[in-house]
């Protein structure tokens, strides 16, 4: 069983930064394709960004309305999965949430709320 735990979220001004991390117990996550999602209240969950693993490259990949603010890596000495996010803006309020992928099993943590707001 993986499990999977989320830190970093808080309130943060526009145009703030905030770095995500998701830490892992239970296995090693150098094969998994890792993830953020966030779901807004009232909205469907979203993918935010992900990372292939490591044999693949470690490609990442992002949702349009965070490219060029968001980076997503991954630290396997750590066993632990980052998203920094700079400027922020009051649209990125949700609950994130971290993912671990391998074939047919998704892996979820139970989220991190970051609230942009002045």
């Known amino acids: 069983q993986v499990q999977l735990v989320e830190s970093g979220g808080g309130l943060v001004q526009p145009g703030g930064s905030l770095r995500l991390s998701c830490a892992a117990a239970g296995t090693r996550l150098g094969a998994f394709t890792m993830g953020w999602y966030r779901q807004a209240p009232g909205q469907q969950r979203e993918l935010v960004a992900q990372?292939?693993?490591?044999?693949?490259?470690?490609?990442?990949n992002y949702a349009d309305s965070v490219k060029g603010r968001f980076t997503i890596s991954r630290d396997s000495a750590e066993n632990t999965m980052f998203l920094q996010m700079n400027s922020l803006k009051p649209e990125d309020t949700a609950e994130y949430f971290c993912?671990?992928?391998?074939?047919?099993?998704?892996?979820w943590g139970k989220g991190t709320q970051v609230t942009v707001s002045s």
């Open positions: 990372i292939t693993d490591i044999t693949s490259g470690a490609r990442t």
């Open positions: 993912t671990a992928q391998l074939g047919e099993y998704q892996f």
